[in-house]
């Protein structure tokens, strides 16, 4: 049975680009009301265009997720939150030696911080409408467990959310909020092609169980089945959607 979102209320932070703006697509065609926050309006106008446009229902805030001030000022905008996912991120491909303290709190403040920042205000909201809620963050196969080379803010910022999620997911269950993390492994978005060179990426499709990177939708599917009734024994678990890549030694 396909999971229906008609009468939710839905905001996806980072939802103008990869993985979020497919979970932005795949929501609004299952019914959703879909609440687009980004910092980048111009994708993400575009994105509710193409949702617009097949007749379905979005809308697009520009919002940086660091500014706490601003996110406390969205989040109560809204009478009722149903589910918040939470998929913006910068990466930065770098060593300790070479990470400067400028770029590793700058990706601290996005990755982690922006994450705590969306959850503390959604989740607010969600207690105060008293009808529980589903929030869906972002880990990586890369920082869920074990580290990778050369991504030494990247990997800390992602193994903070999977505890962020875990330890929200602990202190919220008896409002009926659940929270749960997906950990995508390498998937085909810009994050990704911005941040490595063709040989980089396909030295690193190589190493993988399948051969080729995810597409968006295979995360996608994943948020979506985690926010529906379905999952409603869920909670705090960080799901890997990897095709196999942290399943496998080497
Ligand atoms: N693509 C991958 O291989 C991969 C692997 C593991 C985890 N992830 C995670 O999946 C999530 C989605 O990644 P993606 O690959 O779709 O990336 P993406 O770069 O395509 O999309 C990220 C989105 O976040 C937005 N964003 C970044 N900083 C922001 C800020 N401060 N405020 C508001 N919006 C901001 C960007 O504008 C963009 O729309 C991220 O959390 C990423 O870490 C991705």
Redesign the pocket.
């Given at each position: 049975m396909k999971p229906t979102y008609s009468g939710k209320t839905i905001v996806i932070?980072?939802g103008?680009?990869?993985?979020?703006r497919e979970c932005a697509l795949l929501f609004a065609q299952h019914g959703g009301n879909v609440f687009i926050?980004?910092?980048?309006i111009v994708?993400a106008e575009k994105t509710v265009e193409a949702i617009q446009k097949d007749g379905f229902k979005a809308k697009a805030e520009k919002?940086?997720?660091?500014d706490s001030k601003n996110v406390e000022r969205y989040f109560n905008s809204f009478i009722t939150i149903d589910i918040l996912v939470n998929?913006?991120?910068?990466?930065v491909l770098k060593d300790a030696i070479e990470t400067t303290i400028e770029e590793w709190l700058r990706l601290i403040s996005?990755?982690l911080t922006?994450t705590f920042i969306a959850c503390k205000y959604a989740i607010t909201a969600m207690k105060k409408a008293n009808k529980g809620g589903s929030i869906i963050n972002?880990s990586?196969?890369t920082g869920n467990y074990d580290a990778a080379p050369n991504s030494v803010a990247y990997v800390s910022s992602?193994g903070g959310v999977t505890l962020l999620t875990k330890a929200l997911a602990s202190d919220y269950a008896k409002y009926g909020i659940r929270i749960n993390a997906v950990a995508?492994?390498?998937?085909d978005?810009?994050?990704?092609r911005e941040c490595m060179s063709d040989s980089e990426l396909e030295r690193l499709q190589s190493t993988l169980p399948t051969r080729k990177f995810g597409h968006?939708r295979d995360v996608a599917n994943v948020v979506l089945f985690l926010a529906s009734e379905e999952a409603s024994f869920i909670n705090g678990a960080i799901i890997a959607v990897d095709g196999g890549q942290t399943a496998k030694i080497s």
């Open positions: 932070i980072g103008a680009s990869g993985i979020g926050a980004d910092w980048n994708e919002l940086d997720i660091t998929a913006a991120s910068v990466l996005i990755n922006g972002f990586s196969s992602k995508p492994g390498p998937t978005t810009a994050m990704i968006p």
